[in-house]
């Protein structure tokens, strides 16, 4: 049973630049949620997404954007790059059914110069 | 807006011996859940243990239990006999039950060094 997995692991990008990075959920699990963890930091939400739609969202700029597909993957695009966006992406998923537990994938570090 | 305190940004213990990590939070809510995530230096966050609100009695898993004090709002971690494998960077978080708020809220982390 293959669990959450993201790429790339990691990217290096400079400021202005636009970033994607990809998720795709534990098999069965229909919810995706971002988080962003800065160095020495726990992680903070960014938003979920149920039914390819975005249902909540955290304290982020609209330079965060997000996608989900209907095979339940999500992407996760940054715009604008700044450096303040280096951090480590976390993607977790659950189900909407019974949906307590998250589980997280290994995370894709963004160095951004 | 809930908060997750955790103030021990690091600590340390003997192989086989047994530590206690601390969480705060604060929260209006009445029922919720609460989790400690360890992330090991693979940077995967794995699920430790869960404790519901509404239940009394203190989650336990294997050698991880939890002492879970509703009204100070408090839930630490004890790790019994612990092993080389359990250093890792500890996380509490708080989920708000129910309704359509699913989002983890995380402390800071402490860091768990293993003595040998």
């Known amino acids: 049973d293959a669990g959450v997995t993201q790429s790339p692991t990691h990217l290096i990008k400079t400021r202005g630049q636009q970033v994607t990075l990809r998720c795709s959920p534990k098999s069965g699990h229909d919810t995706v949620s971002w988080y962003q963890q800065a160095l020495g930091q726990g992680p903070q939400f960014i938003f979920q997404y149920y039914e390819e739609e975005e249902r909540q969202r955290g304290n982020f700029p609209d330079r965060f954007s997000g996608h989900q597909f209907p095979n339940y993957s999500s992407e996760l695009n940054v715009n604008a790059l700044l450096l303040g966006d280096s951090a480590l992406y976390l993607c977790?998923?659950?189900?909407?059914?019974?949906?307590?537990?998250?589980?997280f994938g290994p995370g894709t570090r963004l160095t951004v110069l | 807006a809930q908060t997750v305190t955790q103030s021990q940004p690091e600590m340390s213990v003997q192989e086989a011996e047994t530590v206690t990590l601390s969480c705060t939070y604060d929260t209006s809510e009445s029922d919720y859940y609460l989790f400690w995530y360890k992330q090991p230096p693979s940077r995967q966050m794995i699920l430790v243990i869960r404790?519901?609100?509404?239940?009394?009695q203190n989650a336990t898993e294997n050698r991880f239990s939890v002492n879970f004090q509703k009204a100070a709002k408090s839930f630490s971690l004890k790790i019994s006999d612990s092993q080389l494998g359990d250093a890792a960077m500890y996380f509490c978080?708080?989920?708000?039950?129910?309704?359509?708020?699913?989002?983890?809220?995380f402390g800071k982390g402490t860091l768990l060094t293993v003595n040998p």
């Open positions: 404790q519901e609100a509404y239940k009394q």
């Open positions: 978080a708080y989920r708000r039950y129910g309704g359509s708020n699913y989002k983890l809220t």
């Open positions: 977790a998923s659950s189900l909407e059914v019974g949906r307590v537990v998250q589980f």
